[in-house]
T-cell receptor, first 114, second 117 residues
């Protein structure tokens, strides 16, 4: 049982390049989330998917797109990377959006945009 | 909008002693949950403890306990008998309850805890 997995673990991009961060969970969870972590700011929600087939913006969605490919997978795409997107990205999943459901986090992806 | 503030960027404690990490939050809602997460150097986010706002009793998980003061909007974490493995960044987080809940967690800035042998 791997929980939440993310690929890649590290990535360096040049400004303007695009890439997709992959996230998968094997817990049959309905809800999935993407957060970014910046020094001194904690984690902030980028996008979330309450259930398969739905996605919604979080606190900081600009410059990102997401795809809920199926129940297991939720990808985050940077179309044209900018230095301001240098961050650590976390994917999380939970059984549902109800507050009783714990969110389980992946190991994170450290992204550097030069 | 809800906000969570951790005013202590860094704390240190001697092994086996007790340390308290502070957290304050701002919300106009009456029903919500509060959490403390631990992030060790591995970056893995680990849920330490949770508190339901409607419960007056403070949550406890082994060596970890909280002091929840709803009127003051304060939610501190006490770690007793500190161990070297407790060294990590700790995040306080808020999550609204009710039908409008999206599952979104709102995090504080984090407190780095150093444990000295």
């Amino acid at each position: 049982n791997a929980g939440v997995t993310q690929t890649p673990k590290f990535q360096v991009l040049k400004t303007g390049q695009s890439m997709t961060l992959q996230c998968a969970q094997d817990m049959n969870h309905n809800s999935m989330y993407w957060y970014r972590q910046d020094p001194g700011m904690g984690l902030r929600l980028i996008y979330y998917s309450a259930s398969e087939g739905t996605t919604d913006k979080g606190e900081v969605p600009n410059g990102y797109n997401v795809s809920r490919l199926n129940k297991r997978e939720f990808s985050l795409r940077l179309e044209s990377a900018a230095p301001s997107q240098t961050s650590v990205y976390f994917c999380a999943s939970s059984e549902g959006t109800g507050v009783i459901y714990e969110q389980y986090f992946g190991p994170g992806t450290r992204l550097t945009v030069t | 909008a809800q906000t969570v503030t951790q005013s202590q960027p860094e704390m240190s404690v001697q092994e086996a002693e007790t340390v308290t990490l502070s957290c304050t939050y701002d919300t106009s809602e009456s029903d919500y949950y509060l959490f403390w997460y631990k992030q060790p150097p591995s970056r893995q986010m680990i849920l330490v403890i949770r508190q339901e706002a409607y419960k007056q009793q403070n949550a406890t998980e082994n060596r970890f306990s909280v002091n929840f003061q709803k009127a003051a909007k304060s939610f501190s974490l006490k770690i007793s008998d500190s161990q070297l493995g407790d060294a990590a960044m700790y995040f306080c987080a808020y999550r609204r309850s009710g039908s409008s809940n999206t599952g979104k967690l709102i995090f504080g800035q984090g407190t780095t805890l150093q444990v000295k042998p």
